[in-house]
């Protein structure tokens, strides 16, 4: 997911310096939204590692 995230953020890199600004703010916004959502996936993940080994 953070891979994607990335990806998307090249993206709207590449197209914010073509002059696309639809298709950049469009690939910021996508690559905002799995950025935080790979964050609070991996919280979640450490928080239950550490519930489980109790």
């Known amino acids: 997911m953070l891979y ?3 990806v ?3 993206i709207a890199l590449v197209a914010g310096l073509f002059g696309f600004g639809g298709v950049a ?3 910021a916004g996508i690559a905002q939204f799995l950025f935080f959502l790979f ?3 991996f919280a ?3 928080i239950l590692g550490l ?3 109790r």
């Open 4 to 6: 994607w995230a990335a």
């Open 25 to 27: 703010s469009a690939s």
């Open 8 to 10: 998307f953020l090249v």
């Open 39 to 41: 964050v609070v996936l």
């Open 51 to 53: 519930v489980r080994r």
């Open 44 to 46: 979640a993940s450490l």
